[in-house]
């Protein structure tokens, strides 16, 4: 089959959708169908377009089998809310005439945030009349509200209308999580509209390994105990948390933290290390993803981190990483949100009260000083990912759901594939 997708983050940005979208993609052509895809400039995360692709408008390529047709965005590397909602609306303009551009797609996979886009993403549906699949990712405005970011009331309005037109007008809704599931059901989404298909992680890229590596070596981790954090950091992560905790453990010379991500948000967490002392801390920008395995598996533990405010269905995508990692977890998370039910039901790792610097350093600590406990926190998170979360389930139901689409356009899935739920 043909298909489209709309994703505003793709290859080669390390980190968020844009490797999961790109698995995706190069996965169904080698399933044989035929993919191209509708994204922006590559700017992600630094917030800056990359030197090989500023000052154009349009760009064609193709990598792995798939085509993309990339455009222009109005991108500031330090966005208040105006700048991200031209961001969006740059977005949605200038990614028009390129979707235009190339054969008539069978099926549009779209992907949101960001919210805007699925109204270019609906008219071309409604012009080459095919079903569109909202891929959600994370369920706005409510991230935005619970965080601080958004608070006009006429911003919000314009944003729920935004939601709903969304949710309406896409044929399919595919969903991370079952917290999302039960979110959109109570704003009066159909249930038999719904699929749940969690993301994935590529078990034969991220796989156990042997802890003393490159990585270790080159950054002076040999013999310590490491904890790896690695991703983005935002205000729904507080990794303020992470570095008190550090601080608190910094008596134990053998126990580092090392912290992955953008280097803008590392410049400004530099200097909270520095008001709590934290010396232990070591802070890295993003690394390229062929030295993702190495990296994952260096650490002795890996950390996952949100503030007690997160939206609970929220779904963080390094968890399956981390699991596949065989490597135990920490989440300082919401006791009662997705992420936690997540990872007690894998089994591989521990959970404590997000914004606790205590509880952080104390099941550091824990682990650290039972390393049998840290080795079948990992044997068992590994098989977990091994049993829900390949990639080969994944893309197979994908498949299913365009099959499923396609077949019957206008059904609006009367009836629910037996994979609706993964938890």
Not at 217 to 241: C, M, P, R
Request: with cysteine; net charge positive; charged share 20%.
């Amino acid at each position: 089959m043909h298909i489209l997708i709309y994703s505003y983050n793709y290859y080669p940005e390390p980190i968020g959708i844009a490797p999961l979208m790109t698995e995706l993609a190069e996965g169904l052509v080698k399933q044989g169908h035929e993919v191209r895809v509708i994204t922006g400039m590559p700017n992600y995360p630094q917030r800056q377009i990359y030197d090989e692709y500023r000052g154009k408008w349009y760009v064609t390529e193709v990598h792995n089998g798939v085509t993309i047709q990339r455009c222009y965005l109005r991108v500031k590397s330090k966005p208040n809310l105006l700048d991200r909602l031209l961001l969006e609306m740059s977005f949605v303009f200038t990614s028009f005439p390129q979707a235009l551009k190339g054969w008539r797609p069978d099926v549009i996979l779209l992907t949101v945030p960001p919210l805007l886009v699925s109204l270019p993403a609906t008219l071309l549906g409604w012009l080459y009349n095919c079903p569109v699949i909202l891929n959600v990712q994370d369920i706005l405005p409510e991230a935005g509200i619970r965080v601080g970011l958004i608070r006009n009331k006429w911003m919000i309005h314009a944003l729920e209308a935004l939601e709903k037109f969304a949710y309406r007008s896409a044929h399919t809704i595919s969903v991370i999580s079952e917290g999302f599931v039960d979110n959109l059901v109570n704003k009066g989404v159909p249930k038999n509209k719904i699929v749940c298909i969690s993301n994935w992680v590529n078990l034969n890229f991220i796989q156990p390994s042997l802890k003393e590596n490159t990585f270790r070596t080159v950054h002076q981790l040999d013999g310590k105990f490491v904890v790896l954090y690695s991703g983005n950091i935002a205000l729904t992560q507080g990794l303020e948390t992470v570095v008190e905790a550090a601080a608190k453990l910094r008596h134990i010379p053998e126990i580092v933290f090392a912290i992955v991500g953008e280097s803008q948000a590392l410049e400004r967490l530099q200097k909270y290390c520095q008001l709590c002392d934290a010396d232990n801390v070591l802070l890295l920008p993003l690394q390229p993803r062929e030295k993702l395995p190495q990296m994952l598996a260096a650490a002795d533990v890996g950390l996952v981190v949100q503030k007690r405010n997160v939206i609970s269905f929220n779904m963080p995508s390094k968890i399956p990483l981390l699991l596949a990692s065989g490597r135990p977890i920490i989440a300082s998370v919401p006791g009662k949100g997705t992420a936690a039910k997540a990872i007690k039901k894998s089994g591989g790792g521990i959970v404590v009260a997000p914004e606790s610097p205590e509880a952080l350093a104390s099941a550091i600590m824990d682990l650290y000083k039972n390393p049998k406990k840290a080795a079948t926190l990992a044997q068992k998170g590994r098989e977990f990912a091994v049993e829900r979360y390949s990639f080969e389930q994944a893309i197979a139901r994908y498949e299913s759901v365009f099959d499923s689409a396609i077949a019957c356009p206008e059904s609006r899935l009367n009836v629910v594939p037996k994979f609706s739920s993964t938890e």
